[in-house]
């Protein structure tokens, strides 16, 4: 079983139990911080138009590869 991990806080998805997610980002409004493969830190651009976050083992997503430009 891959391990996952929450995008928004880096700790570790445990199936069964439910984990928070910040306001802020439930709205959209808030980009990734977290590598959600293995939990590193990730460098995030935010731009009027969007965003985009590197990690440093997986490579580049963005707003518009998430569907929330």
Known sequence: MDERYNPFTGKRIV??????V???????LEPPRFCVE???RM???VS???W???CSRHGVIDATSLERR
């Not at 910040?22 to 959209?28: K, S, Y």
């Open 43 to 45: 460098v995030v651009q």
């Open 15 to 20: 199936p069964g139990l439910e984990d928070a």
């Open 48 to 50: 009027p138009d969007g």
């Open 22 to 28: 910040p306001a802020a980002a439930a709205l959209g």
């Open 52 to 54: 985009w976050a590197k």
């Open 38 to 40: 293995c939990g590193r």
